[in-house]
């Protein structure tokens, strides 16, 4: 089956260091737009960001209000792309661990998986480090 795992998301030469910033893995290229969209603004702007509700959260956001406009459309982006692998996904309510953005490969995946769910997420994880 992991054969077919899908490919990662798009990459964007220059942003290494972002991979960390990403909570999850299917979410990297988007916070490298961001990440480069920052690093792009002058002067730079900053922000972190978590998975919550199926989504990315921006917090202690810091720059001008069209990097902001940015990251608010990022975010709706991030509700339609899988945790995992960064493909088209739907927003579902999971066992135990409320809601989640998943493919329905990932769907299946994370539901197997149970209480072993972080497996899921680390072999996406390795996959991201072993393609780079
Ligand atoms: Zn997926």
């Given at each position: 089956?992991d054969?077919?795992?899908?490919?990662p998301?798009?990459?964007?030469?220059?942003?290494?260091?972002?991979?960390?910033?990403?909570?999850?893995p299917?979410?990297?290229?988007?916070v490298?737009?961001?990440?480069?969209?920052a690093?792009?603004?002058?002067?730079?702007?900053?922000?972190l960001?978590?998975?919550?509700?199926?989504?990315?959260?921006?917090?202690?956001?810091?720059?001008p209000?069209?990097?902001?406009?940015?990251?608010?459309?990022?975010?709706?982006?991030?509700?339609?792309?899988?945790?995992v692998?960064?493909?088209?996904?739907?927003?579902?309510?999971?066992?135990?661990?409320?809601i989640?953005?998943?493919?329905p490969?990932?769907?299946?995946?994370?539901?197997?998986?149970?209480?072993?769910v972080?497996?899921?997420?680390?072999r996406?994880?390795?996959?991201?480090?072993?393609?780079?």
């Amino acid at each position: 089956m992991d054969s077919e795992v899908d490919r990662p998301a798009p990459a964007i030469e220059g942003a290494a260091r972002s991979r960390e910033l990403s909570p999850v893995p299917g979410w990297v290229g988007i916070v490298r737009v961001a990440a480069a969209a920052a690093a792009a603004t002058d002067p730079p702007a900053s922000f972190l960001c978590r998975a919550r509700w199926g989504r990315l959260a921006w917090y202690d956001v810091r720059g001008p209000r069209p990097f902001v406009e940015l990251l608010w459309a990022l975010e709706e982006l991030s509700a339609t792309l899988c945790e995992v692998c960064g493909a088209p996904a739907v927003q579902r309510e999971t066992w135990e661990r409320g809601i989640h953005t998943l493919c329905p490969r990932h769907a299946v995946d994370v539901a197997v998986a149970g209480p072993k769910v972080g497996d899921v997420y680390d072999r996406a994880w390795a996959l991201l480090r072993n393609t780079q």
